[in-house]
């Protein structure tokens, strides 16, 4: 069973950074393809970055985000610096064996609980 918790969040102003946790119980975690979604309120689950053969990132965080892992911790993280109004959302991680279509959630089979983001101007 693959369980992905997930810490950091809360509230931030506009200007400053965050860093988001993601602990997965994963036999085999540096195999996973890894991701970070957010979904804003009446939108969509979109894409904030991935981690597979390569890094992915969403246009609209470019430049300020940062997705790693680390293996030792069997952790995931996000950093976003130079924090918008509009990166407010709840932030998930995701993960699964082998991802083909990195921004499509459906691609995914394990998910974290979702943290709430909102940054204050």
């Known amino acids: 069973q693959v369980r992905l918790v997930q810490s950091g969040g809360g509230f931030v102003p506009a200007g400053g950074s965050l860093k988001l946790s993601c602990s997965v119980s994963a036999r085999s975690f540096p195999t996973y393809d890894l991701a970070w979604f957010r979904q804003a309120l009446g939108k969509e689950r979109e894409l904030v970055a991935a981690l597979y053969w390569k890094t992915d990132y969403a246009d609209s965080v470019k430049g300020r985000a940062t997705i790693s892992r680390d293996i030792t911790k069997s952790t995931l993280y996000l950093e976003i610096n130079s924090l918008k109004q509009e990166d407010t959302a709840v932030y998930y991680c995701?993960?699964?064996?082998?991802?083909?279509?990195?921004?499509?959630?459906?691609?995914?089979?394990?998910w974290g609980q979702g943290t709430q983001v909102t940054v204050s101007t």
């Open positions: 995701a993960a699964t064996m082998r991802v083909a279509r990195p921004g499509d959630p459906t691609e995914y089979s394990y």
